[in-house]
């Protein structure tokens, strides 16, 4: 968004006073150290990154982003660290376009104890388009080795002052010194920082009084310099000695929990002592006032015509408000196809993309409300954020970029997303189940909702087996998957071919044959999927030794590892969805043994019911009857239950192992 007044001004400031933290020489000792001082682990460290944002009025008001970084590779698998990308906006105007110059890139190296500099040459800077909104300029640096240090600095130029970039002071290595500067006109941009993380950080906030050079001009050509006063917001943002961000297991997305800090336009001054000031997004309501006065979200919302015709036709012959739900929404998954952008406002008139037939996300889910809204179904579009882009958690635009649709009938909640052929009322895409989002209800009134399932997902395996004397086990599996498991199954296995679904089968089973593979039910949506297949096992699930055989009963479907191996968790724990597991095995042993040995059966609750695990087994004959319940009754668990999460997991992994003693007879 840029703000325009009724003159062009360039604005330039001298700051002198302003004491940033500089860049130290790189010194032999440098290039020697083979070993982070304080993370012995560490494949790279930044030794120093800073960041500076300062703004400019040029027929708007746009701002410049100088960033320079210097990083030390220690090993092999710090060399991707070498990998520069820088991404920028282009838009779909030459108004919006960001550009990106004064990129420099050198790589020092120690050569006959001597220290050498490499200089990237402009052939070895690239550009790249991996979308029709973002591009990237990707850096070659020269003679990247263990041992080397790179620096890297550039400028960005951007109009759109209303969201700064995020600067992010920890990474997946560690972090010795980052600082972040703004520099601001007080008297006319105001900003709100948002902080996330842990890791302590110095904040020093200064205000001057300044003044501005300006260069003015109008329609006919004539121009006038001047200077224009104006208080300057001075900040800096330092922290030292981040410890690397690591990549545990059950995180949605862990930039949510890096230290970072984010700056919003709070207010902006027009120009000259009778400028107005507006104020932006401080309040949901505010954002919800902007987002339905917008022609490209609540305006669409209203119009209906392109699609009556076509709705009444549907929706006519019943008068159940459920069935005409899902008449409407089985008709916009079938008639649209989503373009795989995630997108907060329309880019077209939803007339337009309707006849076309493709959309993003908030086109094809502000179109489903928009229908089930004509045919008398009370509905709302629900704005968040995917998992990828983050969790926003204070009121903004730029911190969205979804759109889903939800119904209500009879005081129940019917949650869509027409994005995806195979998702269901309520069984969303993993992508969309981001915590929170907000239903807009009008420009007045926005609600906080909980993008999390409620119920719980449930996947049963069947296997009946025959254990031979040599170890060998032969038999059937058959497997249903219902909601979140069967959504996720149908979107990675329905055009898969048969053959290649059997090879992942055992890719992830190893050591078994698989023969007669069927699947039941992947495009029916109105029944669980079914998989079965029949397997042959080698000896590596039993032991025979002497006259007895060791055998572990739950086969390749035991549990192995445990997932939670840290001493201590900093996030949540976060599973996507509610699961219900139920598992259940039924073996034949070989004539002429007896069952010597079971293990006792083992049920296990973690704190205030938030799950449970069962192990139950029963032998008697020739049968061993096995029986495993595994629920998980949240989708996110605060990181208060993860000791006893890891004592579960590791209570499963031991119980799962043990195995069962036949004797011979």
Known sequence: MRFTNFCIFLFCVTLS???????????????????????????????????????????????????????KIYTKDGLN?????????????????????????????????????????NRNIYEEEPSELWHLKKLALPNVQEGSIIEVSYTIK????????????????????SEFVLISPATYLAYRPYFRGEHNLETNTDIQEGEFYYRSGNSTGRSS?????????????????????????????????????KYEIASVKGLGQRGKRKNFNQTWKDVSKIIMKSDDFGKE???????EDDIDALVNSTPNQLDRLMLIFNHVKSKMKWNNKNRLFCTDKLKRIYENGEGNSAEINLMLTAMLKYAGIEAYPVVSSTIAKGIPFSPTISGFNY??????????????????????????????????????????????????????????????????????????????????????YRNSRSNMPIDKQVELLKENYEGIEVSNFTNKFIKDLSKPVMRSYQ????????????????????????????????????YPIDFTYPRSLRQTFNISIPDGYTIDYVPE???????????????LVMASGTKIQLTVIFNINASILPSEYYESLKELYQTIVDQENEKIVLSKV
């Open 403 to 488: 759109v889903t649709s939800l119904a209500i009938i009879d005081n129940k909640t019917y949650h869509l997303d027409a994005t995806e052929p195979y998702s269901a009322p309520n069984v969303l895409p993993k992508r969309v189940l981001n915590w929170i989002g907000r239903i807009i209800y009008s420009e007045e009134h926005s609600e906080q909702f909980d993008l999390m399932p409620k119920s719980p997902s449930k996947l049963n395996t069947n296997l009946t087996g025959i254990l031979k004397d040599n170890g060998e086990i032969e038999g059937q599996v058959r497997e249903v998957f219902c909601e979140n498991f069967a959504l996720g």
């Open 601 to 615: 059966k083992k049920v296990i609750g973690l704190p205030n019911q938030i799950g449970t695990y069962q192990y």
């Open 81 to 121: 660290q070498a990998d520069i990308m820088i991404p920028f906006y282009v838009g779909n105007s030459n108004a919006e376009e960001e550009r990106v110059i004064n990129i420099k890139g050198y790589v020092y190296n120690l050569k006959n104890g001597k220290i050498t500099r490499d200089k990237i040459k």
């Open 301 to 307: 919302l209203l119009k209906s015509k392109y699609f």
């Open 17 to 71: 006073t302003i004491a940033q933290t500089d860049l130290k020489k790189i010194t032999i000792n440098d290039l020697k150290q083979t070993v982070h001082p304080l993370d012995s682990t560490a494949s790279a460290a930044v030794l120093f990154d800073q960041g500076e944002i300062s703004f400019e009025f040029t027929d708007g008001w746009n701002y410049t982003f100088n960033k320079t970084s210097r990083i």
């Open 535 to 570: 397997f042959k096992t080698k000896a590596s699930f039993s032991d025979v030794i002497g006259d007895k055989i060791y055998i572990t009963p739950m086969l390749f479907f035991k549990t192995d590892e445990n997932p939670f191996k840290d001493k201590t968790r900093n």
């Open 158 to 177: 951007s109009p759109h002052v209303t969201s700064l970039p995020k600067w992010t002071f920890q990474k997946e290595i560690p972090v010795d010194f």
């Open 225 to 261: 310099r001047g200077k224009i006063a104006s208080k300057i917001n001075i900040t800096s943002i330092v922290a030292k000695n981040v410890p690397k961000i690591t990549g545990e297991n059950f995180v949605n997305n862990v930039s949510n929990y890096q230290t970072s800090v």
